[in-house]
Nanobody, 131 residues
Framework: LMSSCRRWGGLVQPGGSLRLSCAVSGSTLDDYAIGWFRQAPGKEREGVSC????????YYVDSVKGRFTISRDNAKNTVYLQMNSLELDDTAVYFC????????????????????????WGKGTQVTVSS
């Protein structure tokens, strides 16, 4: 159903910016909630942000509020994650995921909830923040 674009992941210095994209194919973006997750070495996967594509409802976890921006382009069936003011702790493999339930997607943003039940996952993109 979907794939993560690797083009804008990569290596960046602290304070820098990157943009990730997540393209949905084979279906209509409007039908889904899209979430961004990340997994740092030795840590559990955690939610970062999510968006309900049809309405634009958005959620961010506290650690990225004010620094990350999630957006969607329904015409392109693509969701973006603009990451500014990157910090060392943002280093992780980033994944996007899709589910028809925004309520469930929100639930997976809680650290203790887990996200294995989400229906679709994109390929991970490595983001490394290093000086």
């Amino acid at each position: 159903l979907m794939s993560s674009c690797r083009r804008w992941g990569g290596l960046v210095q602290p304070g820098g910016s990157l943009r990730l994209s997540c393209a949905v194919s084979g279906s209509t973006l409007d039908d889904y909630a899209i979430g961004w997750f990340r997994q740092a070495p030795g840590k559990e996967r955690e939610g970062v942000s999510c968006i309900r594509a049809r309405t634009g409802d958005i959620y961010y976890v506290d650690s990225v509020k004010g620094r990350f921006t999630i957006s969607r382009d329904n015409a392109k069936n693509t969701v973006y994650l603009q990451m500014n003011s990157l910090e060392l702790d943002d280093t992780a493999v980033y994944f996007c995921a899709a589910d028809r339930s925004y309520a469930y997607m929100l639930e997976t943003m809680r650290p203790e909830a887990g996200s294995d039940g989400l229906h679709y996952w994109g390929k991970g993109t490595q983001v490394t923040v290093s000086s």
